[in-house]
Each structure stands twice: as structure tokens, then as C-alpha cells.
């Protein structure tokens, strides 16, 4: 079944590398996936004469690298042919030769050719599980990771779409992974501190000193003997 078709542009719309006619593409391999629709361009197709294979989806001066990545990344499926991603390593203190073992960020930005045999994103409902993917790389990059594969184990770190930016990192190792990590000791629970009652202030006797106008002072005569008392001027008045 034939699944190219002419599509008719105006002359001032058509894509640089395009083709007039169809018996051009007779035996080209597109280097990646061309979608309904989409003009069939140079820049997508393989040179003439390659044949089918990931060769064809290397860029001009790059090689394709597999690796052995971590199982605990590779069941998870996450990552797919067009992927772009950064190559950690972790070397044993021994290796490494270190007071202790180290990871680091070697790669970044890289793109996956190819998960196990898989060259095709596929269907992303279903995960793709290998424990080796295929990336592309410099030459100087192959070297890089053959090392890496040598010496420890490779993890990756799967990017989002369109980050291009490269991070400095120092590395981590045991000591500042642990760093962080406050040990506490349980605290016992607080009981409610006691109130004690409040203290009783001792009380005064109140003494009512009447107006000096209000007072009477009467003599008293008992025979010979004579005494006075202070009485109120009210009483007396009742008295009277």
C-alpha cells in the first residue's frame, strides 16, 4: 500500500528539501517518524543507499553507544526512543578509591536511539522494560561512558521536553547524603503544669472613723471618780 501522496503548495510555500514527484523517495529510509500529513523532507531521510537500522537515526558525527543502566530505572519504562536524558555514575569507595563510594553526573542532554531493540516511541501506554538503551554521543562522550561502565554503575535521569540547560553538580556522597539527616531522640509528653490556689491575703480589721463633727464627748462622775466617752452625735440626739 502506497502511503505517499502529492499535495499541491503555492510556489512561494514550499519547504526547502521537499520532492515533486514520488518515484524520488523509491528506496530512502526516513531517520525518524514521519506523520500523516507531514511534507516529506531531505533532512529526514537517510542517505541513498543506507539501509534500514539505527544508523540511519545518528546524526552526522555522533555514534551510537548501548549501556547497561540500574534495574530499578529499566523496569520502570520510562524511558523511550527520543528521550532525552543525563548519565549518572556510582563508584564504590574501593574504586573510586575514597573514604566512601560517590555518585555524579557525567552526561547530560542525551538522546536515546533506542530502548532494548526498540527504535520507536510505540505505544506510550505500554512501558518499554530493558535494562540497556542506546544512546547517541560524541566520540569523546563513548570514551567518557565505556569508563563509567568499567567502574560502577550507570543510573539515568529522564528530562523534560525542550530543557537544554546543563547543571554544575559536585557530586554526592555518603556523608552528605546523610548530612541533612537529624537523628532526634522522642520527646516525653509534657504533663500540665500545676496551678497552686491563689494565697489568702490576711484580712484587717476595718476601722470607721466617724467625722469629727458627728461626735459627742460626755463625763461620766462615778462618786468621785470621773471618766469621759466618745459617743456619736446621732445616739445622742436619739438618746435625748
Not at 502511503?3 to 520532492?19: H, K, Q
Not at 563510594?101 to 527504535?119: A, C, D
Not at 520507536?120 to 518499554?128: A, F, N, T
Request: proline share 9%.
Amino acid at each position: 500500500e502506497n502511503e505517499l501522496a502529492v499535495r499541491y503548495f503555492p510556489v512561494s510555500g514550499i519547504p526547502d528539501g521537499s520532492f515533486a514527484v514520488v518515484d524520488s523517495l523509491v528506496g530512502r529510509v526516513a531517520r525518524s517518524r514521519l506523520y500523516p500529513g507531514e511534507a516529506v523532507l531531505d533532512a529526514k531521510l537517510a542517505p541513498l543507499g543506507a539501509q534500514p537500522g539505527i544508523e540511519v537515526k545518528i546524526a552526522l558525527g555522533y555514534r551510537a553507544m548501548a549501556i547497561r543502566i540500574s534495574d530499578v530505572v529499566g523496569r520502570t519504562g520510562l524511558v523511550r526512543p527520543g528521550s532525552r536524558v543525563d548519565v549518572l555514575v556510582t563508584i564504590s569507595a574501593e574504586k573510586a578509591r575514597r573514604s566512601q563510594p560517590i555518585s555524579k553526573i557525567i552526561l547530560q542532554n542525551m538522546r536515546v536511539l533506542s530502548v532494548g531493540t526498540e527504535t520507536e516511541r510505540g505505544d506510550p501506554s505500554k512501558p518499554m522494560i530493558s535494562s540497556a538503551v542506546t544512546l547517541e554521543v560524541l566520540p569523546e562522550e563513548a570514551e567518557l561512558l565505556a569508563i563509567a561502565m568499567n567502574e560502577g554503575t550507570l543510573s539515568l535521569a529522564l528530562r523534560s521536553y525542550g530543557d537544554r540547560g546543563n547543571s554544575t553538580t559536585p557530586g554526592a556522597t555518603t556523608e552528605k547524603v546523610l548530612a541533612g539527616v537529624a537523628v532526634s531522640k522522642p520527646q516525653p509528653a509534657r504533663r500540665p503544669a500545676r496551678r497552686s490556689p491563689p494565697r489568702r491575703q490576711p484580712t484587717a480589721p476595718v476601722v470607721v472613723t466617724p467625722p469629727p463633727d458627728s461626735t459627742r464627748v460626755i463625763e461620766i462622775y462615778r462618786g468621785i471618780r470621773r471618766s469621759e466617752e466618745v459617743v456619736v452625735k446621732d445616739s445622742v440626739e436619739r438618746n435625748r
